[in-house]
């Protein structure tokens, strides 16, 4: 009985298997029975604007209005034609003022079709004003139009246009995919018109009757214009032409193809960008840096510092004690050590007057030894004469100084007050010391012409002397006239150049310095700069010596109590490729917090807050340090020390970029970009140029990585490598620029690129960053709050805040979702509402900081 059962099982089954080979049988029967022909027109858009189909040929780009050109931007398969730069959706009678753009394809293929058909894929702006738009127009011929929510077709003989209409009830979704297809069938004597998208398929086709025909015509091929008046205003992909009229099964056949090889574009884990190139310094994402200003004070405390807040980088030590930094590195913690611009203050005269000076010191005009003005009264008994940098007796001394710190073992060196003369000559203080006075006139013989020489009043450059010129030309005495006037006079921009050089001279001599004295060991070096101090007339300073250093290390000004104040450095930091450690100097608490929290979610560092300099007090010297406590600052060092996979190996998330030349393009101007794009949630990083002091070309790979560019320079500020390298982006379609007053989050949640909103407050931040492992894809959101109580003591926390990613398959559907917060012990794990356009994540609570991360399911590991 039980073999029987068996057998009959057996029997069952095979009789099962015939039955599902049957039905395949029939199911590819069918496939065969709608096999579709080869189109004479396919454009997917992937090669640019080539014609895949049987006929080939390239079409032409024709531009009606400046700045309204086509752009390839993601689509459902691949790149798509963008149309949204057009200022209009199509028009009335009375508009007829040129606007948008098209492709125009011109073959003679197309003149002579009877019976045809028509399919593309078209996704409108959700404008609801589109009126009389044209998808497609066969000059002459025929036309496709979109307007009031649909399209519809017209057949042009002559003067004579007849429309056919599908039936309002067949209307897309504005902002969605539609598909569209038209079959003029001459031979039935029907027009069949059919809509359809991804979530229902076709609907069933409208089938007209044909009681006016095409006209044949030698016009151009139109697409996404009428003659540069009717312009579309949306995403076209996958134009067909075929010289057939396809059968309703046949177009299904189209449809359904194309939706199985929907690709619906880049997950967000693949937009990540590097920070930085490889060969730069770069300390784990979860590094955590501390100083201890000296060797000699507070050595106790410092120890116990390292220990408490899981310190792994030391720096900015003065100092030169090899027990002490054996100590340091015996704990596993990387040792900087510090030197700067002073360096031989103690060993030159205490007096002013630098004409016996053996030690390079600035001259001022009156040859006068400079103090930087900060520290006119820390010492007055002997005051800490600056160093100028391209004094060889000043170099001697700084370099015997970083040799003794090389010897005693050290990772690291920092540079403190490092513009040194560069600094003092735009303030209009120095250096007229001999060194410097012939190294200008050298200057000036080496970069200007004789007739440039002349009409700056220099006949004779081998005797030119700038402190007699400055005497004889410009009327100038002494150095307080000169430092009054010295922004108006012929020679300061040739004069601050020069010195800007002199500066890159001296880092180029120090690297080579370093290099000799530690050959077998690389030894790093970092100056006191970060990127929210600005230079004199509203530059960047630093930038003129960036490729010479390998990380910054800077002290925050007072002022810097916002989110910007730390949102633009991060962001500069990034694009001139350069690490950078930021502190606060903590006014109130709660900012402070904020702006740990903001550091580390833009991939940069930050450092302790203890024993920081807090600038000076109203008498001019130095006022009482901050000494951070574990009480305030424990938890959130907690956090990174001990999360460090939310941390390590992440990049940031950059679609957009800002395009900016540092030579020309203001400060205030990115900064507000940078300000306008995080307060949007915009997924952005800057791109930088430079050619005067120092070449910082515009990086090519990643501006070509990058969808949409805000330019904010002139093209002709650039220098011509520059011009042809964003020229050759602009050329190849597949960048949209946009104006800095373009709603950038509009422009992406239209294109359907991954964006992110938060639900809630305002000055909360969400920063994306990602890992795009091939096994193991993760994302994490480090969501900031910059919203502080009334009394400053702490971050005004909110319950239930909320984040909306779109589209959801852009960031999974399927993802396991965790969410990290300072001082709390384990993760929560977050469901996501899933929708059809977006996923909704709210967390519990959010004080200073919170992290949620984010990992398709399967993929843990």
């Not at 038209?182 to 991804?198: K, P």
């Not at 693949?270 to 730069?280: F, H, I, L, N, T």
């Not at 515009?698 to 011509?720: F, G, Q, T």
Request: charged share 25%; net charge negative; glycine share 8%.
């Amino acid at each position: 009985m039980g073999a029987t059962h068996l057998r009959t099982e057996s029997v069952l089954g095979q009789i099962a298997v015939l039955l599902a080979l049957a039905l395949l049988a029939v199911s590819m029967a069918g496939a065969v029975r709608a096999d579709v022909p080869k189109p004479l027109v396919q454009m997917t858009f992937d090669e640019g604007f080539d014609n895949a189909g049987m006929i080939g040929g390239e079409a032409r780009v024709e531009v009606y209005a400046e700045n309204e050109g086509p752009s390839l931007t993601p689509g459902p398969w691949g790149d798509c034609l963008d149309l949204t730069a057009a200022s209009r959706f199509g028009g009335t009678l009375e508009e007829q003022t040129p606007a948008g753009c098209a492709l125009l394809f011109s073959p003679p293929e197309l003149d002579s079709l009877r019976s045809f058909t028509v399919a593309l894929w078209m996704r409108p702006t959700t404008d609801r004003r589109a009126v009389s738009s044209r998808l497609l127009t066969k000059f002459g011929s025929w036309e496709v139009l979109y307007g009031g929510g649909r399209p519809n077709f017209l057949a042009v003989s002559g003067e004579e246009k007849h429309g056919y209409r599908f039936p309002a009830s067949a209307s897309g979704r504005a902002g969605s995919w539609m598909f569209v297809a038209a079959s003029i069938d001459v031979n039935a004597g029907q027009i069949r018109l059919s809509l359809g998208d991804r979530n229902f398929g076709l609907r069933k086709p409208t089938v007209l009757e044909l009681t006016h025909k095409p006209a044949q015509s030698d016009g151009d091929l139109q697409i996404g214009n009428f003659n540069g008046i009717r312009p579309f205003k949306g995403w076209i992909d996958d134009l067909r032409i075929y010289d057939v009229a396809l059968t309703p099964e046949q177009v299904a056949e189209i449809l359904e193809e194309d939706v199985a090889n929907w690709f619906g574009g880049r997950m967000v884990y693949e937009y990540g960008v590097p920070s930085v190139k490889e060969d730069r310094f770069q300390p784990k994402q979860s590094a955590i840096f501390l100083s201890s200003r000296w060797q000699g004070r507070r050595k106790d405390e410092t120890f116990a510092m390292l220990r408490d807040f899981h310190v792994s980088h030391l720096h900015w030590v003065y100092g030169s004690d090899p027990e002490y930094i054996r100590q340091v590195r015996e704990l596993g913690v990387f040792y900087q050590a510090a030197v700067n611009g002073l360096c031989g203050w103690n060993v030159a005269a205490p007096e002013p007057s630098a004409r016996d000076d053996t030690t390079g010191r600035q001259q001022d005009l009156d040859g006068s030894k400079v103090i930087m003005p900060h520290m006119a009264k820390w010492s007055p008994q002997h005051p800490r004469w600056m160093g100028c940098s391209n004094n060889p007796d000043f170099r001697k001394l700084f370099w015997e100084a970083t040799a003794e710190l090389v010897a005693a073992g050290v990772d690291s060196i920092h540079v403190d007050d490092w513009e040194m003369t560069l600094n003092a000559a735009q303030r209009g203080d120095s250096c007229f010391c001999p060194v410097c006075i012939a190294g200008f006139r050298e200057y000036l013989n080496r970069t200007l012409t004789a007739e440039e020489l002349r009409q700056l009043g220099i006949e004779h450059i081998a005797a030119f002397d700038y402190r007699t010129y400055l005497r004889t030309q410009c009327g100038i005495e002494n150095a307080k006239q000169y430092k009054a006037r010295f922004r108006e006079l012929p020679l300061t921009p040739h004069f601050l150049e020069f010195q800007r050089q002199g500066l890159r001279d001296f880092c180029a001599a120090f690297r080579g310095h370093l290099d000799t004295r530690s050959a077998q060991k690389y030894i790093p070096v970092s100056v006191n700069l970060h990127f929210g101090k600005r230079g004199p007339d509203d530059t960047y300073r630093g930038v003129y010596c960036v490729d010479r250093l390998d990380f910054l290390v800077g002290e925050a000004s007072l002022d810097m109590q916002n989110a910007i104040d730390y949102i633009q450095p991060c962001k500069l930091a990034e694009a001139f490729g350069i690490t950078q450690v930021m502190q606060t100097k903590p006014i109130t608490l709660a900012p402070a917090q904020a702006a740990l929290a903001t550091t580390y979610a833009l991939g940069q560092w930050f450092r302790v807050p203890w024993d920081l300099y807090m600038s000076n007090d109203p008498t001019g010297h130095p006022a009482p340090r901050y000494m951070g406590t574990r009480e305030d600052w424990g938890h959130l060092y907690d956090f990174v020390h001990h999360n460090p996979h939310l941390f390590d190996g992440y990049q940031a998330v950059a679609i957009v970029g800002v395009l900016f030349n540092a030579d020309e393009a203001p400060y205030n101007p990115v900064r507000r970009a940078c300000q306008r794009l995080a307060e949007q949630q915009a997924p952005f990083r800057l791109i930088a140029a430079a050619a005067k002091s120092n070449r910082i070309p515009v990086d090519a790979e990643v501006l070509n990585s990058l969808r949409y560019v805000i330019e904010l320079s002139p093209m002709d500020s650039y220098c011509e490598e520059d011009r042809e390298t964003i020229q050759a982006a602009k050329s190849s379609r597949r960048i949209r620029f946009l104006s800095p007053d373009d709603d950038v989050l509009t422009v992406l949640e239209n294109a359907g690129l991954p964006c992110l909103r938060v639900e809630g407050p305002r000055n909360v931040y969400a920063f994306v960053r990602v890992r795009a492992d091939a096994e193991q894809p993760s994302a994490v959101i480090h969501v900031v709050n910059w919203n502080a109580l009334p009394d400053g003591s702490g971050p005004d926390p909110f319950e239930h805040v909320t984040l909306s990613l779109s589209p959801a398959e852009r960031w999974g559907k399927s993802l396991r979702v965790k969410y990290y917060r300072p001082a709390a012990e384990q993760p929560v794990e977050l469901q996501p509402e899933v929708h059809r356009d977006l996923l909704r994540i709210t967390i519990p609570r959010l004080e200073a900081w919170g992290v949620v991360e984010l990992r398709p399911r399967g993929s843990e590991g």
